[in-house]
């Protein structure tokens, strides 16, 4: 005979626990949204995050020819190529040469802006496609016509400028027509982030503008593209041959594979931060794996008491309540993968305006398999103490109802269980981790709150059972209500408050940030910098702006562009720097000479030199130092204007960079660059601040007088930072967002497991004669205060962790908003009493006769 | 660990005391009681309610532990046995009858039945179920789950689940209490012709006087304590 439902009589011969949890499997459609949910959403975060940030970073390799320009892009500062080199490049493929710099851009009318130059020969791009509107190719756009030569000009600057097509625009000495709009250009990722907007003219018309002087700006890039028929080993073959033939001429070398090193690097790092993000809802969400197991197992409580009696051992009803758990787990995380994997097909199709390159998202078999693998070892360790909890259920239960005994201590073996997973959670994030000191710190923090927030709750119940009892019925109800035994004070209070915590830190971090970017600019820094004055020109320019802004401080220093070769006679790109000091070897810097310690800066190690030094010595930053392992007495050798330069670290400084004045990595003994053409470097400080107008007029005077100087507004820097920030910090919030909502969901959850007690105390109270707004009011009291202690040890956590991210892993000034506190709280409270109140609506409007018939 | 020798007594208990709760809550349960039951034996445990009958019967089943006092089943001495392996124990020697019947609502009868079997890995577990469902006379209601079976039909099911294993002994805790007076009658037959054809040692927990008539022997508590244990008509 066959059973319905069930296994034929000659029985399928699986253990018993497997064929005991497939059987209860049945029953558990019911009870498990949350589990599921709370599952699916944190794993599908972690999936969609990892796999959307995969697909960028891919696309970035993918695109790497269009990026760099080329296969592979070599690029000099302040010289250009000499014919040996050039000679090199051409003779392995074609070979395009752009020149980069800063320039003002100024109308006839006299205003001017800060543009970011372009000049390329005829055959940019060698890679991609230049876009134009009107749309003409780059021969029409530079062919001479109305007897000046043409240009084109990202929208932002027509507009800063009021310029339309047809106009004439002035670079240095040069005059230009606008023939088009720059609508994309394929290499303008691997350019960085540019201080202005684009122009774009030709290689050939950049002479006349008179702008490339020695010492001043100049980035010579020259792309060069292989042959189509050359085999893939080409490229390794053609860097071979450049690292050996040019490794001293201070090239800096990238390939299509490496085309924009910062930015993947950075986009890396934010990956992460936002995957740690989503990692702390999957472990808000384990708080509501854990409330639906150990309310599931409640309810089991008399089937594991009769299969104990017919002879389960607990390691039996451990494993056929942790398969079943483990089913339910599998479905929650299968679906969190599947979101998680459709996110980046999703995202690339909303965000292709923006994405300035193409993505092609694919289903990434390692991110994925690293989010179910976050999802397995975050539901194995909310689920194992319950479980453990329910193996010890006795089976004198079934002939007397045990249910008030006290909890049975757990096992060693659940506990060691539950250790080893939390340490492989840990180990995951900090193996997965690009900055390893970050997520560290995050992963402590959310420990320590995780730690307190239990702590308080449970601290929480215990005052509320020692307070002195309200006369009146209302308080009493609630008070009562807040310790008794299935309580929802703990849950609340871990739930809620670890995604509101989460979200005060990172409101704190943001506003700390904007503070730290509007702060200085009040106070101490600088309203322009100046850049390539000529040394020649710097007393008459000195004059010319103090002039024209009166009380104003101008400083000025000497500044030439230099590329960190070897660091104690070894190669730079042998050297492995920290994530904090890998910047200072990715590309030339600017370095500057000074008889006397800078500005802003402090000794903290070794001597200045005398005034009178001969020797080529430096200063270094001594946190970069760190970060490169170089110490007092080590040699640092720069390629400076193709000269090899030597030096000896003589002393370390501590740097404030973040008051945005002068500072340098690198300052060298005046000796070191004895007769070296340079520029000087110059800022002007209005003490007590200026007003915008007053500003933009004298960028516009020092435009006009001085057309090789690029001028740099301070203010619209920071504007621009900001802009980014506000990007930045919007998905960083979108993040957070899905813990705050998972919170939601285990409150709600829990509010759910407790329905059945709210609906038998609602009946037996209202049989007793207790009014319906009474009872609302004791519920809402009983809430009000669970959310408002939630809140306030949300906002503490919260500033707390704020606090230590801003400043020391950040190390900028913490500011403490009241508002995003306020909000917090409010919020909590508004979102407790409301999902409460809601539940109990349901429990309140129960008809009295049916539910004590039924009791 | 747990070799069966033939004993003369099946089961014995011996100056068994127990306690419950702790603090000014503490009851004496059980106290110096002494049973001895004989194999094949029918034994009925009556007594007023908090008598302490039913932890009696939990102390035999392995479920209690005594704090005093030595319980010998089925020639093992269950005093120094942790709770797996009682829990084995129980799977191979000892049936259980409840008053709530305690059927998983999750699994149909005939899965209900096979449980102990599968718990001690017998490979004909269903085969052995399916042949026990059919002897309590519900061989066509085996894919049925609890809650499509009547209450008489619940505790047939219970009843064929204690018997599936062949269990050396057979206890039962107010086995009809949850019947109706007919429905009763009819489990209580089942009961009694399978203990003597099989030849199980019953001990059986009843306020019934009639069921009580029906056993050998009435052991009979009174505030913990055996007052009678010999046959006896009440």
Same mark, same amino acid.
Not at chain 1, 7 to 29: C, D, I, K, Q, Y
Not at chain 1, 370 to 388: D, I, R, S
Not at chain 1, 728 to 738: F, H, P, Q, W
């Given at each position: 005979?066959?059973?319905?439902?069930?296994?034929?009589?000659?029985?399928?011969?699986? &253990?018993?626990?497997?064929?005991?949890?497939?059987?209860?499997?049945?029953?558990?459609?019911?009870? #498990?949204?949350?589990?599921?949910?709370?599952?699916? !959403?944190?794993?599908?975060?972690?999936?969609?995050?990892?796999?959307?940030?995969?697909?960028?970073?891919?696309?970035?390799?993918?695109?790497?020819?269009?990026?760099?320009?080329?296969?592979?892009?070599?690029?000099?500062?302040?010289?250009?190529?000499?014919?040996?080199?050039?000679?090199?490049?051409?003779?392995?493929?074609?070979?395009?040469?752009?020149?980069?710099?800063?320039?003002?851009?100024?109308?006839?009318?006299?205003?001017?802006?800060?543009?970011?130059?372009?000049?390329?020969?005829?055959?940019?791009?060698?890679?991609?496609?230049?876009?134009?509107?009107?749309?003409?190719?780059? %021969?029409?756009?530079?062919?001479? %016509?109305?007897?000046?030569?043409?240009?084109?000009?990202?929208?932002?600057?027509?507009?800063?400028?009021?310029?339309?097509?047809?106009?004439?625009?002035?670079?240095?000495?040069?005059?230009?027509?606008?023939?088009?709009?720059?609508?994309?250009?394929?290499?303008?990722?691997?350019?960085?982030?540019?201080?202005?907007?684009?122009?774009?003219?030709?290689?050939?018309?950049?002479?006349?503008?008179?702008?490339?002087?020695?010492?001043?700006?100049?980035?010579?890039?020259?792309?060069?593209?292989?042959?189509?028929?050359?085999? &893939?080993?080409?490229?390794?073959?053609?860097?071979?041959?450049?690292?050996?033939?040019?490794?001293?001429?201070?090239?800096?070398?990238?390939?299509?594979?490496?085309?924009?090193?910062?930015?993947?690097?950075?986009?890396?790092?934010?990956?992460?931060?936002?995957?740690?993000?989503?990692?702390?809802?999957?472990?808000?969400?384990?708080?509501?794996?854990?409330?639906?197991?150990?309310?599931?197992?409640?309810?089991?409580?008399?089937?594991?008491?009769?299969?104990?009696?017919? %002879?389960?051992?607990?390691?039996?009803?451990?494993?056929?309540?942790?398969?079943? =758990? %483990?089913?339910?787990?599998?479905?929650?995380?299968?679906?969190?993968?599947?979101?998680?994997?459709?996110?980046?097909?999703?995202?690339?199709?909303?965000?292709?305006?923006?994405?300035?390159?193409?993505?092609?998202?694919?289903?990434?078999?390692?991110?994925?398999?690293?989010?179910?693998?976050?999802?397995? $070892? +975050?539901?194995?360790?909310?689920?194992?103490?319950?479980?453990?909890?329910?193996?010890?259920?006795?089976?004198?239960?079934?002939?007397?109802?045990?249910?008030?005994?006290?909890?049975?201590?757990?096992?060693?073996?659940?506990?060691?269980?539950?250790?080893?997973?939390?340490?492989?959670?840990?180990?995951?994030?900090?193996?997965?981790?690009?900055?390893?000191?970050?997520?560290?710190?995050?992963?402590?923090?959310?420990?320590?709150?995780?730690?307190?927030?239990?702590?308080?709750?449970?601290?929480?119940?215990? !005052?509320?059972?020692?307070?002195?009892?309200?006369?009146?019925?209302?308080?009493?109800?609630? $008070?009562?209500?807040?310790?008794?035994?299935?309580?929802?004070?703990?849950?609340?209070?871990?739930?809620?408050?670890?995604?509101?915590?989460? =979200?005060?830190?990172?409101?704190?971090?943001?506003?700390?940030?904007?503070?730290?970017?509007?702060? &200085?600019?009040?106070?101490?820094?600088?309203?322009? @910098?100046?850049?390539?004055?000529?040394?020649?020109?710097?007393?008459?320019?000195?004059?010319?702006?103090?002039?024209?802004?009166?009380?104003?401080?101008?400083?000025?220093?000497?500044? $030439?562009?230099?590329?960190?070769?070897?660091?104690?006679?070894?190669?730079?790109?042998?050297?492995?720097?920290?994530?904090?000091?890998?910047? +200072?070897?990715?590309?030339?810097?600017?370095?500057? #000479?000074?008889?006397?310690? &800078?500005?802003?800066?402090? $000794?903290?190690?070794?001597?200045?030199?005398?005034?009178?030094?001969?020797?080529?010595?430096?200063?270094?930053?001594?946190?970069?130092?760190?970060?490169?392992?170089?110490?007092?007495?080590?040699?640092?050798?720069?390629?400076?204007?193709?000269?090899?330069?030597?030096?000896?670290?003589?002393?370390?400084?501590?740097?404030?960079?973040?008051?945005?004045?002068?500072?340098?990595?690198?300052?060298?003994?005046?000796?070191?660059?004895?007769?070296?053409?340079?520029?000087?470097?110059?800022?002007?400080?209005?003490?007590?601040?200026?007003?915008?107008?007053?500003?933009?007029?004298?960028?516009?005077?020092?435009?006009?007088?001085?057309?090789? +100087?690029?001028?740099?507004?301070?203010?619209?820097?920071?504007?621009?930072?900001?802009? =980014?920030?506000?990007?930045?910090?919007?998905?960083?919030?979108?993040?957070?967002?899905?813990?705050?909502?998972?919170?939601?969901?285990?409150?709600?959850?829990?509010?759910?497991?407790?329905?059945?007690?709210?609906?038998?105390?609602?009946?037996?109270?209202?049989?007793?004669?207790?009014?319906?707004?009474?009872?609302?009011?004791?519920?809402?009291?009983?809430?009000?205060?669970?959310?408002?202690?939630?809140?306030?040890?949300?906002?503490?956590?919260?500033?707390?962790?704020?606090?230590?991210?801003?400043? @020391?892993?950040?190390?900028?000034?913490?500011?403490?908003?009241?508002? +995003?506190?306020?909000?917090?709280?409010?919020?909590?409270?508004?979102?407790?009493?409301?999902?409460?109140?809601?539940?109990?609506?349901?429990?309140?409007?129960?008809?009295?006769?049916?539910?004590?018939?039924?009791? | 660990?747990?070799?069966?020798?033939?004993?003369?007594?099946?089961? *014995?208990?011996?100056?068994?005391?127990?306690?419950?709760?702790?603090?000014?809550?503490?009851?004496?349960?059980?106290?110096?009681?002494?049973?001895?039951?004989?194999?094949?034996?029918?034994?009925?445990?009556?007594?007023?309610?908090?008598?302490?009958? *039913?932890?009696?019967?939990?102390?035999?089943?392995?479920?209690?532990?005594?704090?005093?006092?030595?319980?010998?089943?089925?020639?093992?001495?269950?005093?120094?046995?942790?709770?797996?392996?009682?829990?084995?124990?129980?799977?191979?020697?000892?049936?259980?009858?409840?008053?709530?019947?305690?059927?998983?609502?999750?699994?149909?009868?005939?899965?209900?039945?096979?449980?102990?079997?599968?718990?001690?890995?017998?490979?004909?577990?269903?085969?052995?179920?399916?042949?026990?469902?059919?002897?309590?006379?519900?061989?066509?209601?085996?894919?049925?789950?609890?809650?499509?079976?009547?209450?008489?039909?619940?505790?047939?099911?219970?009843?064929?689940?204690?018997?599936?294993?062949?269990?050396?002994?057979?206890?039962?805790?107010?086995?009809?209490?949850?019947?109706?007076?007919?429905?009763?009658?009819?489990?209580?037959?089942?009961?009694?012709?399978?203990?003597?054809?099989?030849?199980?040692?019953?001990?059986?927990?009843?306020?019934?006087?009639?069921?009580?008539?029906?056993?050998?022997?009435?052991?009979?508590?009174?505030?913990?304590?055996?007052?009678?244990?010999?046959?006896?008509?009440?």
């Amino acid at each position: 005979m066959s059973a319905r439902g069930g296994p034929s009589v000659s029985g399928p011969r699986l &253990p018993a626990a497997l064929a005991f949890a497939l059987r209860e499997l049945r029953g558990a459609r019911q009870g #498990f949204g949350v589990f599921l949910l709370c599952l699916a !959403l944190g794993v599908a975060a972690i999936a969609g995050i990892g796999s959307f940030a995969r697909a960028l970073t891919e696309g970035l390799d993918r695109e790497g020819r269009a990026i760099l320009g080329g296969d592979a892009a070599f690029t000099l500062t302040q010289r250009e190529a000499s014919d040996i080199e050039l000679g090199f490049f051409t003779l392995r493929g074609e070979v395009s040469r752009v020149a980069s710099l800063r320039a003002m851009a100024r109308t006839l009318a006299g205003e001017a802006a800060l543009a970011e130059l372009k000049a390329v020969d005829p055959v940019y791009p060698l890679a991609g496609r230049l876009e134009l509107s009107p749309s003409m190719s780059p %021969g029409a756009l530079f062919a001479p %016509g109305h007897g000046l030569p043409g240009a084109a000009a990202e929208p932002a600057l027509l507009a800063r400028l009021g310029l339309a097509i047809g106009d004439k625009v002035k670079i240095g000495d040069a005059m230009f027509e606008i023939r088009a709009a720059l609508v994309s250009e394929p290499d303008k990722l691997s350019a960085g982030i540019g201080l202005g907007p684009r122009l774009l003219i030709s290689v050939g018309d950049l002479p006349a503008t008179g702008l490339v002087q020695p010492g001043s700006l100049v980035r010579w890039s020259y792309r060069l593209r292989l042959p189509e028929t050359a085999p &893939p080993e080409a490229l390794d073959a053609l860097m071979d041959a450049a690292h050996e033939r040019f490794d001293d001429a201070g090239f800096e070398m990238r390939t299509r594979h490496g085309a924009t090193p910062q930015l993947e690097r950075n986009m890396e790092r934010i990956g992460q931060f936002l995957t740690l993000v989503a990692l702390t809802a999957l472990l808000v969400g384990g708080v509501g794996i854990a409330n639906a197991v150990a309310s599931h197992l409640a309810a089991k409580r008399a089937t594991i008491a009769t299969l104990k009696a017919l %002879g389960a051992t607990r390691g039996q009803v451990f494993a056929a309540y942790g398969i079943e =758990m %483990g089913v339910i787990a599998a479905a929650g995380i299968a679906a969190g993968l599947a979101v998680g994997a459709a996110i980046p097909f999703v995202g690339t199709a909303a965000l292709s305006s923006v994405i300035p390159y193409p993505v092609a998202p694919r289903l990434d078999g390692a991110t994925l398999g690293l989010a179910g693998l976050y999802g397995l $070892l +975050v539901a194995g360790l909310f689920t194992v103490l319950p479980l453990a909890r329910a193996q010890e259920t006795p089976a004198a239960l079934l002939f007397r109802d045990t249910a008030g005994e006290a909890r049975a201590r757990l096992p060693r073996r659940p506990l060691l269980l539950a250790a080893l997973l939390a340490l492989g959670l840990v180990a995951l994030a900090l193996a997965s981790a690009v900055d390893m000191k970050a997520a560290s710190v995050f992963i402590a923090a959310a420990a320590g709150v995780f730690g307190l927030l239990r702590l308080v709750g449970m601290g929480l119940v215990a !005052l509320a059972r020692r307070l002195p009892r309200p006369r009146a019925m209302v308080p009493r109800l609630a $008070l009562a209500n807040t310790h008794r035994p299935g309580a929802l004070t703990p849950t609340v209070v871990l739930s809620l408050g670890l995604g509101l915590s989460l =979200m005060v830190a990172v409101g704190l971090i943001d506003r700390s940030l904007t503070a730290e970017l509007a702060g &200085p600019v009040r106070e101490e820094a600088p309203s322009f @910098f100046f850049v390539d004055v000529p040394s020649a020109d710097q007393a008459a320019f000195a004059r010319f702006v103090a002039d024209r802004a009166p009380g104003a401080r101008l400083r000025a220093v000497p500044m $030439l562009r230099g590329r960190i070769i070897a660091l104690n006679s070894i190669p730079a790109e042998a050297v492995r720097p920290s994530a904090e000091a890998a910047w +200072v070897l990715q590309s030339d810097r600017g370095i500057t #000479f000074s008889d006397t310690l &800078p500005e802003g800066s402090r $000794l903290v190690e070794g001597q200045w030199w005398g005034a009178g030094e001969t020797a080529p010595l430096v200063s270094f930053d001594a946190k970069i130092a760190a970060g490169l392992g170089l110490k007092v007495g080590d040699t640092v050798s720069v390629n400076v204007l193709g000269r090899l330069v030597t030096a000896t670290i003589a002393n370390l400084r501590e740097v404030k960079w973040e008051r945005l004045g002068i500072n340098f990595v690198m300052v060298f003994s005046p000796a070191t660059f004895a007769g070296a053409p340079h520029s000087v470097l110059a800022t002007l400080t209005f003490p007590g601040g200026a007003d915008a107008a007053g500003e933009i007029a004298l960028l516009n005077q020092v435009a006009e007088a001085y057309p090789a +100087v690029t001028v740099v507004r301070v203010k619209e820097t920071l504007e621009e930072a900001r802009r =980014m920030l506000e990007n930045l910090s919007l998905g960083i919030r979108a993040a957070s967002l899905v813990t705050l909502l998972t919170s939601l969901l285990v409150l709600s959850g829990a509010l759910a497991a407790g329905h059945q007690r709210r609906v038998y105390e609602a009946v037996i109270l209202k049989t007793l004669g207790a009014t319906r707004a009474r009872l609302i009011a004791a519920y809402a009291l009983e809430y009000a205060g669970i959310g408002l202690v939630t809140a306030a040890v949300a906002v503490a956590a919260g500033s707390l962790s704020a606090y230590a991210v801003t400043v @020391f892993v950040m190390e900028i000034g913490f500011t403490f908003s009241p508002a +995003v506190a306020l909000g917090a709280a409010l919020g909590a409270l508004a979102v407790t009493v409301a999902l409460g109140l809601l539940a109990t609506l349901k429990a309140l409007s129960a008809p009295p006769a049916w539910v004590l018939r039924h009791l | 660990m747990d070799d069966i020798a033939t004993p003369s007594f099946i089961l *014995s208990l011996s100056h068994i005391d127990l306690y419950l709760g702790s603090g000014p809550a503490r009851v004496h349960v059980l106290k110096d009681v002494s049973v001895a039951v004989a194999p094949g034996e029918a034994v009925g445990l009556v007594g007023a309610s908090g008598s302490g009958k *039913s932890t009696l019967l939990m102390v035999m089943a392995g479920l209690e532990r005594a704090d005093a006092g030595t319980v010998e089943v089925a020639g093992t001495r269950l005093t120094g046995l942790d709770e797996d392996k009682l829990a084995r124990f129980r799977g191979r020697h000892v049936g259980i009858v409840f008053q709530s019947f305690h059927l998983i609502p999750t699994m149909t009868a005939l899965e209900n039945v096979a449980v102990p079997l599968e718990l001690a890995g017998r490979a004909d577990a269903f085969a052995r179920a399916a042949r026990e469902l059919a002897e309590v006379g519900l061989g066509a209601r085996a894919a049925h789950y609890p809650s499509q079976l009547s209450g008489g039909e619940q505790q047939r099911v219970a009843l064929a689940r204690a018997l599936a294993p062949e269990p050396a002994i057979l206890l039962a805790d107010e086995p009809t209490g949850n019947l109706d007076e007919a429905t009763g009658r009819q489990i209580m037959d089942l009961l009694f012709a399978a203990q003597r054809a099989r030849g199980t040692t019953l001990v059986i927990v009843t306020h019934d006087p009639g069921l009580a008539a029906r056993c050998d022997r009435i052991v009979r508590l009174r505030s913990g304590a055996v007052v009678a244990a010999g046959a006896e008509v009440t």
